[in-house]
């Protein structure tokens, strides 16, 4: 893999830490290029009380010099500004940790499936890992993988589709300067309202909502994955990329889940010259055939479930006294699929520079320009 990342940290250790392998250097990179992201993954309507704790700033530690990339592996901290109030719960030292185990595990969450695999006897050692709090790494990956397509007129952004039953009405042309005023990222004001009435109405219930989320990459260059072999179609890819996401449970390309009900002749998108320019008549593809970019916009959706930590907790069992028990329950969100679409934004983004890097090579920026600019002289005429 030509761009790869890894990120470590705990939802109350002391930081978050992503290491991003592979970008080329001479990419412009400063701090402040991934503090939109951030801010924007923390915020929507249904968020619980943890983010007024945090504020996430990605500091640049390694990868970067005088404000360019240096083509070796960048490493960003964030810091858990929580963890001053968890340092006695989650230290390090056996002599400084105070243990008060969770055993009512909740359903829905790793809680259980991690305690078993890991032989665990506190879901506390399970859920700090399994956190979406782990998102925020990846979202400031995602921002340096943004910045580099950017270079190269790409674009990738989300809106909100439907939170529990309220489903957007999806305008032809989104207007994303209304997505992101809205409370919940929603493309259509109105149902914007009505999504922001569940969540309340869900919090009042003691219950939690999920929905779905559309990310949309614009500007991609026809050509990237690849139908060699089964790990390199990029819709698969894709599809791995979202469903990584806690919570989210399934994903769909394009018209994925339409297609599967419609005959061919409602599905493929026949393509056309346009005053000389290729293009297809539709996208219900989601710009993606043979698992290759096919110079449409890429897009893919994401379904969530809802948050498995719930305030009025389920029905379960307590893996201590073997008896039956209600789940535990912790500060948690109600809804976070607003949060989750920038989530999608960055794994779109990382998976996507990838496949550039993948198929036009370069250890510099200028060395990668100039192989992208050549293939696209080339696919134009
Ligand atoms: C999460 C529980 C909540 C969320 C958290 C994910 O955290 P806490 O237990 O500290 O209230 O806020 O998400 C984040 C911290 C975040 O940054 O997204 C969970 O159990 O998955």
Sequence with gaps: MTLRFLTAGESHGERLTVILDGVPAGLTLREEDLVTDLRRRQGGHGRGGRMAIEHDVAHIVA?????????????LEIANRDWENWRQ??????????RK???????????LAGMLKYGADDARDVLERASARETAARVAAGGVAKLLLGQFGSTV???TRSIGAIEA?????????????????SPDPKSGVAMVAAIDAAREHGDTLGGIFTVIAEGVPPGLGSYRQWDTRLDGLLAQAIVSIPACKAVAIGDGENAARQP?????DVPVYDDGRLGHETNRAGGLTG????????????FMKPISTL??????????????????????????????????????????AGALLEKFGGDSMSELRTNVGAYLQTVRR
């Design 264 to 268: 061919g002749s409602q599905v493929h």
């Design 169 to 185: 009405r999806v305008p032809a042309s989104i207007d994303w300067e209304a997505v992101e005023s809205s409370p919940v990222r």
């Design 291 to 302: 698992g290759v970019t096919n110079g449409e916009p890429v897009v893919v959706h994401g």
């Design 101 to 111: 185990p969770i055993t009512r595990v909740r359903p829905g969450h790793a809680d």
């Design 311 to 352: 305030l009025k907790p389920l029905a379960t069992i307590d893996l201590k006294t073997k008896q039956p028990a209600r789940a535990h329950y912790e500060r948690s969100d109600i809804c976070v699929v607003p949060a989750a679409g920038v989530v999608g934004e960055a794994m779109v983004a990382l998976v996507l």
């Design 89 to 98: 719960v989650m230290a390090v030292d056996a002599a400084e940790v105070k």
């Design 157 to 159: 952004r989300s809106y």
């Design 63 to 75: 990868g970067v010099r005088g404000g360019l990339t240096l083509g070796s592996p960048i490493t």
